[in-house]
T-cell receptor, first 115, second 114 residues
Framework: AQTVTQSQPEMSVQEAETVTLSCTYD???????LFWYKQPPSRQMILVIR????KQQNATENRFSVNFQKAAKSFSLKISDSQLGDAAMYFC????????????WGLGTSLAVNP | ETGVTQSPTHLIKTRGQQVTLRCSSQ?????VSWYQQALGQGPQFIFQ???????GRGNFPPRFSGLQFPNYSSELNVNALELDDSALYLC?????????????FGPGTRLTVL
C-alpha cells in the first residue's frame, strides 16, 4: 500500500528566509504524481506544486521548488523568500497516474512565518 | 468558470442521525472525489464518482454512501452518525482519464457530531 510520511509536525521561518519541508513516500508503482498542497485557516486546499515521477527535473513555481529524489522516495518543498501569507498547513500527497483520482496524504506540517 | 462549492458550511448533528453533504463540481468536470479530514490529520479518501457510478472507495464503512447526478454534482450521505465522524469533509472535482488532471477542492463542510 502507498503511504506518505511528513515527519515535521511544525516548522517556523523568519519572513524573507528560506524553509524546507520534508516528505517521504512509499509505492511500488513507477508512474505517479506527487503534490504539495497548502491549507490556510480558510480550509480551502490549494495546489502549490506538482511533480511527475517520470520527470527528472525538479518542479518550480515562483518561490516554491521541490527536491525530488525518486530512488530515495523523498519529495521536499523549499519555500524561498517566505512571506506572511505562506503561513498554513502544508500537505504532501501522492497519486497513481492511472484513472483513479485518489490522493494519499501525509499528516501535514504547520508552517509559521515570523515577521 | 465556477469553482467547486460545498454546502452547508457547518453542520451539527447528534449521534445516530443521518446527514447529507452536497458538492457542485467545477464546470466541465465529470469526476468527484470525497475526503474526510479529521482534526489535525491529513485527508482520507472516502470514494470517487465518475459519470454517476462509484469508481473507487477507501476504507470507510457502507454507512458512507454517495450519489452523482447527471450534472456531475454529488452528495455524500452518512447514516447512523458516530462521534468519530466529526471532521471536515472535502470534495474535489476533476476530469477523468489517465494522466494529469488537476483536482480542484471545495471549501469543505465542517460536521460536528454530538
Amino acid at each position: 500500500a502507498q503511504t506518505v510520511t511528513q515527519s515535521q509536525p511544525e516548522m517556523s521561518v523568519q519572513e524573507a528566509e528560506t524553509v524546507t519541508l520534508s516528505c517521504t513516500y512509499d509505492t511500488s508503482e513507477s508512474d505517479y504524481y506527487l503534490f504539495w498542497y497548502k491549507q490556510p485557516p480558510s480550509r480551502q486546499m490549494i495546489l502549490v506544486i506538482r511533480q511527475e515521477a517520470y520527470k527528472q527535473q525538479n518542479a518550480t513555481e515562483n518561490r516554491f521548488s521541490v527536491n525530488f529524489q525518486k530512488a530515495a522516495k523523498s519529495f521536499s518543498l523549499k519555500i524561498s523568500d517566505s512571506q506572511l501569507g505562506d503561513a498554513a498547513m502544508y500537505f504532501c500527497a501522492y497519486r497513481w497516474a492511472g484513472n483513479n483520482r485518489k490522493l494519499i496524504w501525509g499528516l501535514g506540517t504547520s508552517l509559521a512565518v515570523n515577521p | 468558470e465556477t469553482g467547486v462549492t460545498q454546502s452547508p458550511t457547518h453542520l451539527i448533528k447528534t449521534r445516530g442521525q443521518q446527514v447529507t453533504l452536497r458538492c457542485s463540481s467545477q464546470s466541465g468536470h465529470n469526476t468527484v472525489s470525497w475526503y474526510q479530514q479529521a482534526l489535525g490529520q491529513g485527508p482520507q479518501f472516502i470514494f470517487q464518482y465518475y459519470r454517476e457510478e462509484e469508481n473507487g472507495r477507501g476504507n470507510f464503512p457502507p454507512r458512507f454512501s454517495g450519489l452523482q447526478f447527471p450534472n456531475y454534482s454529488s452528495e455524500l450521505n452518512v447514516n447512523a452518525l458516530e462521534l468519530d465522524d466529526s471532521a471536515l469533509y472535502l470534495c474535489a472535482s476533476s476530469l477523468s482519464g489517465r494522466g494529469y488532471n488537476e483536482q480542484f477542492f471545495g471549501p469543505g463542510t465542517r460536521l460536528t457530531v454530538l
